[in-house]
C-alpha cells in the first residue's frame, strides 16, 4: 500500500526553469492537495481539488498551475522557476468527507531548490 | 482569517512530560488535528480532537483544547528520543468546505539524554 508517492525526492532548477512534481495517490481519495514548507512558517497551502477535473487556488498559488486529470494524480506545474519557490514540497490527499481519524495523508516530500 | 501559531522550539530531558503549545484564530473549526514529522518525511497524524471536548487521552498522548482562549496543548509523557520531531498543531473540518486544514508553524522539538 503505497499511499501518497512523490517524485522527484530532490530538484535543483536554474532560474527561469519549469519543472513538474509528481503525485499520486492509490487510496481513492477525492481530495488531494499541495503545501509548501518553508523554515520558521509552517505549510501553506498552494492548490488543491476536490476531485477529478476541479481544482482550486489556496494561499499562495501564484507562479503554479496544477490539473487534475484523474483521481489518482495531481500534478504540480512550476513555470519560470524563481529563487523563492524554493521549499519542500508536499502533496496530500484526503477522503471526500472530514473523517478526523484519518486526517491528511502526505506524501514524503520533494526539495526543490532554485539557484 | 484563519491563523495558528506555535512556538517554535521546546527542549526537554528523556523521560520527562513535554507540553507543545499552540493557539487559533477561527473558532468554527470542527477538528484540530496534531501532526509529526520526523527528519525527511512528510506529516503524520498523531491525533486529533473534536471541538465540542476539553480532553483527549491516547496512551503517552494527551491533547487539552480551551475553546473560549483558542488554546489547544499537547503532553507527551516520559519522553523519549524517537519523539524528536517537529508537531503541527492544524485546525479545520468545517462543513460545506474542501476539508482544508490550517496549519501552525511547527514547534520542533529536542529530546536530550
Known amino acids: 500500500n503505497a499511499g501518497v508517492t512523490q517524485t522527484p525526492k530532490f530538484r535543483i532548477l536554474k532560474i527561469g526553469q519549469s519543472m513538474t512534481l509528481q503525485c499520486t495517490q492509490d487510496?481513492?481519495?477525492?481530495?488531494m492537495y499541495w503545501y509548501r514548507q518553508d523554515p520558521g512558517m509552517g505549510l501553506k497551502l498552494i492548490y488543491y481539488s476536490v476531485g477529478a477535473g476541479i481544482t482550486d487556488k489556496g494561499e499562495v498559488p501564484n507562479g503554479y498551475n496544477v490539473s487534475r486529470s484523474t483521481t489518482e494524480d495531481f500534478p504540480l506545474r512550476l513555470e519560470l522557476a524563481a529563487p523563492s519557490q524554493t521549499s519542500v514540497y508536499f502533496c496530500?490527499?484526503?477522503?471526500?468527507?472530514?473523517?478526523?481519524?484519518?486526517?491528511?495523508?502526505f506524501g514524503s516530500g520533494t526539495r526543490l531548490t532554485v539557484v | 482569517g484563519e491563523d495558528v501559531e506555535q512556538s517554535l522550539f521546546l527542549s526537554v530531558r528523556e523521560g520527562d512530560s513535554s507540553v507543545i503549545n499552540c493557539t487559533y484564530t477561527d473558532s468554527s473549526s470542527t477538528y484540530l488535528y496534531w501532526y509529526k514529522q520526523e527528519p525527511g518525511a512528510g506529516l503524520q497524524l498523531l491525533t486529533y480532537i473534536f471541538s465540542n471536548m476539553d480532553m483527549k487521552q491516547d496512551q503517552r498522548l494527551t491533547v487539552l483544547l480551551n475553546k473560549k482562549d483558542k488554546h489547544l496543548s499537547l503532553r507527551i509523557a516520559d519522553t523519549q528520543t524517537g519523539d524528536s520531531a517537529i508537531y503541527f498543531c492544524a485546525e479545520g473540518g468545517k462543513t460545506g468546505t474542501a476539508s482544508k486544514l490550517t496549519f501552525g508553524t511547527g514547534t520542533r522539538l529536542q529530546v536530550t539524554l
Open positions: 496530500a490527499s484526503s477522503r471526500l468527507r472530514t473523517a478526523p481519524n484519518y486526517g491528511y495523508t
Open positions: 487510496m481513492n481519495h477525492n481530495y
